[in-house]
């Protein structure tokens, strides 16, 4: 008896259907059946799927003698099938790599449940891929093995068949069988988890939906739309029939009711005859079916006459267009106002104590203002503190920090008010700068890959950026945050514009150039690594040249068993790809299987860098970073040519690299393998690398400028106390023309650069 059972419908696939076998016939995990059922086919399926039954005993092709509709192909399968778990694919949908080990492994871990429930992602027609929007609910926290009323949000899950496998058993014992015509997932779907005794969740894509640009049935006008009425006809007798489930009549209604609602909007579903008749059918289900204490007054279009439905209808264009003119017009008139109100009316004063965060895009408590917010904290408390933090990111922040949402009343009130605006990335194109706000962008680590202007000749790097605009963001800095040499003379070249360099450092690395071993010891034990085991971070970045940007391509199980015993791999990706659908793939396998911690979703990187032995990366700009720890660093340039081609980089970091080199998976193992990751070659090119890369770190860089901007006092001399003595503003020493660095000034004996203050005309 195999351990699965997969039934394939086939229909006018014949393009989609060989990619659509081949995905399952390559699975690592071979322990299955495969009932295709050829559904009268006009078209060469039919003799596609006799060829790969003749090709792999595993697959069985089946022929009905006239078409009878997805339904009943489905249960003609569902009467063959002889395997432990049954699953349903459609014939223009595939497996993705390792989907059925995956599932086999889910099963073995909650004792053989009744619906084991995985993730999918949409691959569209175009050559975008996207993960399921709901993929959240499968890392919420709950049980194992549950009952759909311990769960019942899994109930707003897409209403499909081929995103769960049911123990075969328990499918046959429930009698549980599909309707003719459209719709008709919903019925197995719903009795099924209403019924199951145990379900399970996998956090895990496994199978590719296919988004096609045409030829969906669904998506095609016609009476068979009105097979929707018999699918919650039959639901709701099911219901009648078993009182133990009346909990779920007033969930059903109410999805009824959004579904008939769906589509009798849609203009590719009923055609335009027949909607008066779908209409009077759907207002009669929800009159009759409306269940005790339900509102009379949802859902009033469906409700009342049809003559009021298609006159809200007929009359919807036109008052959409006259919101539209009315929405233009208001915001003209609104920006009037505003002008007028501007000349009138005083502004809100600055407040000098007060200032305003964000990282990341409002991801977060995170990075150089992170940083910067906790030493203001220490040193100038009465400097009030407030972040701005987008919806998603806010159960993030720590408690006692003060955060506002972006777009909000207060977040607008906020930054008319604000004397400091610290940002590593650039604000939302409608702020407005007041004069005297001191603007400070501390940017996101020191640059390899091209940034600001170097992007112009790299299209596909700036796809839906435009640089002329980013400058036009970039006017807005006073002070541009300089974590060395390099960065301070590249800042100045991308961004043309009035800003102040101020040389301080890199605030987010005050903890790496003056490291607590204590803080190493609580994370390393936080992420479960043993005393005597070297953790190795390997951290790619994104690629500009691949849709989505996903990286790696590096063999992540080959990489950690070369490794060998006493190592422990952790991968974190660039935060762009955490919510690539990739990560549900075999990288989450091997995630989930204990080949290597998976630590993208860790809030502080800082931590990561402290905690591991040695870093491997590609073009991350995480390796400047750890150079300050003065630990091995491996460079693994697999596709160097091509990054370099694609997005443009300020230096060859092949040629002058923080650590060894390697381009394939061979290389890097033998690396590791034979103990050249920290060998003397190594150390040599580390020190070099230092020597370029870490001037102005020395554990001290937020207190530099919060002592200079927020405070008022001079630049702070590197690895040396404060300065209270008058400084000069070095001429040229801003975002344009001559440069004079500190490192230069002390090395000639003038002692440390001065800056001018907040406010200064420059």
Excluded at 217 to 229: E, G, I, Q
Excluded at 356 to 385: M, N, T
Excluded at 415 to 435: D, F, H, I, Q, S
Aim: glycine share 8%.
């Amino acid at each position: 008896m195999p351990r699965f059972s997969i039934v394939v419908p086939v229909h006018k696939v014949q393009g989609y259907l060989r990619e659509c076998l081949e995905s399952v016939l390559a699975q690592s995990y071979g322990d299955f059946e495969v009932i295709v059922v050829d559904d009268r086919s006009p078209d060469g399926s039919g003799l596609i799927l006799d060829e790969f039954a003749a090709r792999d005993d595993r697959v069985r092709a089946v022929h009905l003698p006239e078409n009878a509709g997805v339904g009943p192909c489905r249960n003609h399968g569902v009467s063959l099938a002889r395997g432990e778990y049954l699953l349903f694919l459609d014939g223009d949908d595939s497996y993705t790599p390792g989907a059925l080990a995956a599932i086999a492994a889910r099963v073995d871990a909650t004792g053989a449940p009744d619906v084991v429930l995985f993730d999918y992602a949409r691959a569209h027609w175009q050559g975008g891929v996207k993960r399921n929007r709901d993929a959240h609910l499968f890392t919420e926290p709950g049980p194992d093995v549950f009952t759909i009323a311990e769960r019942p949000e899994l109930l707003d899950l897409f209403t499909v068949v081929w995103n769960k496998a049911y123990r075969l058993d328990f499918f046959r014992a429930g009698g549980f069988a599909f309707p003719t015509g459209f719709y008709e997932d919903a019925v197995v779907v719903y009795e099924t988890l209403w019924t199951a005794r145990t379900i399970t969740l996998l956090d895990r894509v496994c199978v590719y939906y296919r988004q096609r640009r045409q030829g969906s049935a669904l998506r095609t006008p016609s009476r068979d739309h009105f097979a929707v009425f018999a699918t919650y006809e039959r639901l709701f007798r099911f219901l009648a029939e078993r009182p133990e489930l009346e909990r779920w009549r007033r969930f059903l209604y109410d999805h009824m009711a959004d579904h008939y609602w769906f589509i009798i909007r849609q203009p590719d579903r009923v055609p335009p005859s027949a909607r008066r008749e779908f209409h009077t059918r759907a207002r009669r289900d929800l009159r009759r079916h409306r269940p005790t204490g339900a509102p009379r007054l949802g859902y009033a279009l469906l409700r009342g006459p049809y003559a009021l439905y298609r006159l809200s209808r007929v009359t919807a264009p036109a008052l959409g267009r006259l919101r539209k003119k009315q929405r233009q017009w208001l915001r003209g008139l609104r920006r009037i106002v505003l002008r007028v109100l501007r000349r009138l009316a005083p502004r809100p004063r600055l407040d000098p104590n007060l200032a305003l965060y964000s990282a990341f895009s409002h991801r977060g408590v995170q990075g150089d203002p992170a940083a910067i917010y906790h030493k203001a904290r220490e040193l100038a408390p009465h400097i009030r503190g407030v972040w701005v933090v987008g919806a998603d990111a806010e159960h993030t922040v720590p408690a006692g920090v003060e955060h506002v949402r972006p777009g909000s009343r207060a977040y607008r009130k906020l930054t008319a008010r604000a004397k400091y605006l610290v940002n590593n990335a650039n604000w939302a194109n409608e702020l407005v700068k007041r004069e005297g706000a001191v603007h400070i962008h501390t940017h996101q680590g020191t640059p390899l890959k091209s940034m600001g202007t170097d992007l112009l000749p790299y299209p596909g790097a700036r796809r839906g950026w435009s640089v002329t605009a980013m400058l036009r963001r970039a006017d807005r800095w006073d002070y541009s945050i300089a974590a060395n040499r390099h960065s301070e003379l590249t800042w100045q070249r991308v961004y043309p514009c009035r800003f102040t360099s101020l040389p301080t450092g890199s605030p987010r690395n005050d903890c790496l150039a003056a490291p607590d071993p204590a803080r190493r010891a609580a994370v390393r034990q936080r992420l479960g690594i043993a005393e005597d085991s070297r953790l190795v971070l390997y951290a790619p970045t994104n690629r500009d040249h691949r849709q989505g940007g996903w990286a790696p391509s590096t063999d992540l199980a080959h990489l950690a068993s070369g490794l060998g015993n006493g190592f422990t791999l952790a991968v974190r990706l660039h935060p762009a790809l955490a919510r690539r659908h990739e990560r549900g793939l075999l990288y989450g396998d091997l995630a989930r299987q204990g080949v290597f911690l998976d630590v993208t979703d860790e809030p502080c990187v800082e931590d990561l860098l402290l905690a591991s032995d040695a870093l491997i990366t590609d073009y991350s700009s995480l390796m400047f970073d750890y150079a300050l720890l003065d630990r091995p660093i491996v460079v693994h340039a697999y596709d160097w040519e091509t990054y370099k081609a694609s997005r443009g980089t300020t230096f060859d970091v092949t040629a002058e690299p923080p650590g060894h080199v390697t381009c394939t998976d061979a290389e890097l193992a033998r690396v590791f393998a034979s103990g050249a990751w920290r060998d003397e070659e190594s150390a040599r090119l580390r020190s070099v690398f230092r020597s370029r890369f870490t001037g102005y770190d020395d554990g001290r860089a937020a207190e530099r400028v919060v002592r200079h901007l927020m405070l008022g006092e001079g630049l702070l001399p590197y690895g040396g106390a404060s300065t209270t003595s008058t400084y000069e503003w070095a001429a040229g020493h801003v975002g344009r023309g001559e440069v004079v660095l500190a490192s230069d000034r002390h090395a000639a004996g003038a002692g440390p650069v001065s800056v001018p203050a907040p406010g200064t005309t420059r």
